[in-house]
């Protein structure tokens, strides 16, 4: 392995990075002599630590892929050729030798760069990306167009271990492998998942593996065996034999793969020479590089997941104040999901935890503890975890699963077939709900309240606190058949937490403030807005609690008593919470103007969550304007005295 500078502490100062800062494209990265990137390896990675203790960001993956990235940059004639990331977070070292170094300092803000690949940011991102596993089959179509249009461009796809097991890149493997794809998947195997068979006799047997010179007798030897089957079968045994021995590729092998290595994902003359070998190549080839999450940051390469991401490195001010009494921290949602998960784990033995790769991101980590045998992460592996736990309640057991609301979207189809047409007892624990931030539109829970009110028999909640939330957990495990119940990232209101546990009544909502003339339904965590709001328009706000089923009785009565009805919900507007509420009326045919209040029809882009409620309107002065804007139009002369 390469020797590599190894940073204890984020720089507090910009670095001096004299080679980095003659490249602002990778075209002038590749007029650098090859003795030059060791060096440019090191300024990068001192640059991207001072650019995230600047900005806060994800943090240890791109640190893992950062000579992988340099390599191919060099190697590879990008943007032509067509370079595909998988997740995303592992792409700040891309962004900034792709012409975006200056502007690393807006990076996840508003208007500033997103924090993943992003077509419309530049040409260098060929295919925005969010979640995982999607790398090998948009690469794999990048490679066919090409063949297509005759252009002889390359396709690499970059896919992290991790991805590797949704069974999406399987799926694109086998097609790959089918149609000899003349494209290169590259395992960034950065927790050796896979193999620990790294050394320098492995990285000698990939660099011969990778050899144009190993490759043309191979590919000879295929022809003249060709009308001797039984030996063609003998020739291909002993070589799949000689690979197994020195490489755990069999697998890709037979999906029709070249596979080379594993190798030091650090290395960076191993990595240029086995790229520029691969160049070479025709057909599908698959290169495992074992790469170190965090590498040249020892904090990082010590607690990889606590250094996935980071918040901004403030600065100490010269003298320090006298310390301060810290307040008691308020929970996160995932705080109280955990602690509600555990509690109802202890009281009934048939409670089941099931999360695709998010026991930390769900706050599962002491139910994993405490329950390891009722506790299943099933890996990137959404659509085999709904499933999972439909198996699971045919037998009996009570399974939660604990899933981001934009991760749910990939496991539909299971949620409708395998769950809800039979009735099966599941709970969805839907976190992220509602816009997320610095994220952005790719993790943004934006369309969940939409997508499940339409399945019948799903029961849908929307707690608008952290007791709430915990209340309507237990709702939802008493309740029989599929339930969902959706809360927001970070923390709420600060509501006190009861810790008995209390089964509310279904489809039953709450007013929290009479009023007049109007009324607002909130469904959701912006109940506080909707009083903020309320205050000013002297009107009645109801805590819906439950989308479906509706409190159909409450939505009539509010209905009656006044002018005006006001949906709120962080969720799109199509289909959403305030749809199900103009539904009803028109069932009953009642005649009452509705102002549904949610997400515009467009996808909202990354900022801080305050910032992005205010863009969208939600906040309690966009609410309260809203409101005015209405009854302004509605003209009428009885409504005039709220205003």
């Known amino acids: 392995m390469q020797d590599t500078y190894i940073f204890r502490e984020i720089p507090s100062q910009r670095p001096n990075t004299p080679i980095l800062d003659r490249i602002d494209v990778p075209a002038q990265l590749r007029t650098l002599p090859e003795e030059d990137l060791p060096q440019l390896a090191r300024e990068l990675r001192a640059f991207l630590l001072w650019s995230v203790g600047q900005t806060g960001g994800h943090f240890g993956a791109g640190l893992g892929v950062l000579e992988l990235t340099v390599a191919l940059h060099y190697v590879f004639n990008t943007p032509e050729d067509r370079l595909v990331w998988d997740v995303g977070h592992q792409a700040y070292p891309h962004k900034i030798l792709t012409g975006r170094r200056e502007q690393m300092g807006s990076i996840r803000r508003k208007d500033g760069l997103a924090g993943f690949p992003k077509r419309a940011e530049s040409e260098y991102d060929t295919f925005g990306v969010g979640h995982s596993s999607t790398s090998i089959s948009a690469a794999l179509g990048m490679a066919i167009a090409a063949r297509m249009q005759n252009t002889g461009r390359k396709s690499i796809a970059v896919i992290g271990d991790g991805a590797m097991t949704a069974g999406m890149a399987f799926e694109a493997l086998n097609h790959a492998g089918h149609l000899h794809a003349d494209m290169l998947v590259i395992l960034n195997d950065n927790d050796m998942s896979i193999s620990r068979n790294v050394g320098g006799l492995s990285n000698y047997f990939a660099k011969l593996l990778a050899s144009r010179t190993y490759n043309q007798v191979r590919d000879s030897s295929k022809k003249v065996l060709k009308s001797t089957p039984h030996l063609m079968a003998l020739a291909k045994k002993t070589e799949e034999h000689f690979k197994g021995m020195i490489a755990p590729g069999t697998l890709f092998e037979e999906l029709g793969f070249n596979y080379i290595g594993p190798i030091d994902g650090h290395d960076l003359p191993l990595l240029v020479e086995t790229l520029e070998n691969i160049r070479e190549l025709d057909g599908p080839q698959f290169l495992h590089v074992v790469t170190t999450k965090g590498k040249g940051f020892a904090p990082a390469e010590a607690d990889p997941i606590g250094y996935h991401a980071i918040n901004k490195i403030e600065p100490v001010p010269p003298s320090k104040?006298?310390?301060?009494?810290?307040?008691?921290?308020?929970?996160?949602?995932?705080?109280?999901?955990?602690?509600?998960?555990?509690?109802?784990?202890?009281?009934?033995?048939?409670?089941?935890?099931?999360?695709?790769?998010?026991?930390?991101?769900?706050?599962?980590?002491?139910?994993?503890?405490?329950?390891?045998?009722?506790?299943?992460?099933?890996?990137?592996?959404?659509?085999?975890?709904?499933?999972?736990?439909?198996?699971?309640?045919?037998?009996?057991?009570?399974?939660?699963?604990?899933?981001?609301?934009?991760?749910?979207?990939?496991?539909?189809?299971?949620?409708?077939?395998?769950?809800?047409?039979?009735?099966?007892?599941?709970?969805?624990?839907?976190?992220?709900?509602?816009?997320?931030?610095?994220?952005?539109?790719?993790?943004?829970?934006?369309?969940?309240?939409?997508?499940?009110?339409?399945?019948?028999?799903?029961?849908?909640?929307?707690?608008?606190?952290?007791?709430?939330?915990?209340?309507?957990?237990?709702?939802?495990?008493?309740?029989?058949?599929?339930?969902?119940?959706?809360?927001?990232?970070?923390?709420?209101?600060?509501?006190?937490?009861?810790?008995?546990?209390?089964?509310?009544?279904?489809?039953?909502?709450?007013?929290?403030?009479?009023?007049?003339?109007?009324?607002?339904?909130?469904?959701?965590?912006?109940?506080?807005?909707?009083?903020?709001?309320?205050?000013?328009?002297?009107?009645?706000?109801?805590?819906?609690?439950?989308?479906?089923?509706?409190?159909?009785?409450?939505?009539?009565?509010?209905?009656?008593?006044?002018?005006?009805?006001?949906?709120?919900?962080?969720?799109?507007?199509?289909?959403?919470?305030?749809?199900?509420?103009?539904?009803?009326?028109?069932?009953?045919?009642?005649?009452?103007?509705?102002?549904?209040?949610?997400?515009?029809?467009?996808?909202?882009?990354?900022?801080?969550?305050?910032?992005?409620?205010?863009?969208?309107?939600?906040?309690?002065?966009?609410?309260?304007?809203?409101?005015?804007?209405?009854?302004?139009r509605l003209g009428n002369a009885a409504l005039t005295a709220i205003k």
């Not at 409708?416 to 816009?435: E, K, P, S, Y």
């Not at 959403?576 to 996808?603: H, I, W, Y």
Request: charged share 25%.
């Open 321 to 632: 104040p006298e310390p301060v009494k810290p307040k008691q921290a308020k929970p996160k949602y995932a705080n109280v999901f955990g602690q509600w998960l555990c509690d109802a784990a202890e009281q009934d033995e048939r409670v089941v935890g099931i999360t695709p790769a998010m026991c930390e991101g769900s706050d599962l980590l002491a139910f994993s503890e405490r329950f390891p045998d009722r506790y299943f992460d099933v890996a990137i592996a959404e659509q085999h975890a709904v499933t999972l736990a439909a198996g699971l309640a045919c037998d009996g057991a009570k399974p939660v699963v604990a899933i981001y609301s934009t991760f749910l979207q990939r496991g539909y189809d299971q949620l409708i077939h395998d769950v809800a047409i039979q009735d099966l007892d599941v709970l969805f624990a839907i976190d992220r709900a509602g816009l997320v931030g610095e994220d952005g539109p790719t993790h943004a829970g934006a369309f969940d309240i939409s997508y499940l009110r339409c399945i019948p028999k799903m029961v849908v909640m929307t707690p608008s606190d952290e007791n709430e939330t915990r209340q309507l957990l237990h709702t939802g495990l008493q309740y029989h058949g599929p339930a969902a119940v959706r809360y927001p990232r970070g923390t709420g209101p600060g509501a006190e937490i009861q810790q008995t546990l209390t089964a509310l009544p279904l489809g039953k909502g709450r007013v929290v403030r009479e009023g007049t003339r109007v009324a607002i339904l909130n469904f959701g965590t912006l109940l506080g807005s909707a009083l903020e709001a309320a205050d000013s328009l002297n009107a009645t706000v109801a805590d819906m609690r439950f989308v479906k089923p509706l409190d159909e009785s409450l939505v009539l009565e509010l209905a009656e008593q006044h002018d005006l009805l006001v949906t709120l919900e962080e969720n799109v507007v199509a289909g959403g919470a305030g749809s199900a509420v103009t539904e009803c009326l028109n069932k009953r045919e009642v005649m009452l103007p509705v102002l549904q209040l949610g997400l515009p029809d467009r996808f909202v882009d990354h900022g801080k969550h305050g910032e992005l409620l205010k863009e969208c309107g939600l906040d309690p002065e966009g609410i309260r304007s809203a409101i005015a804007s209405r009854i302004d």
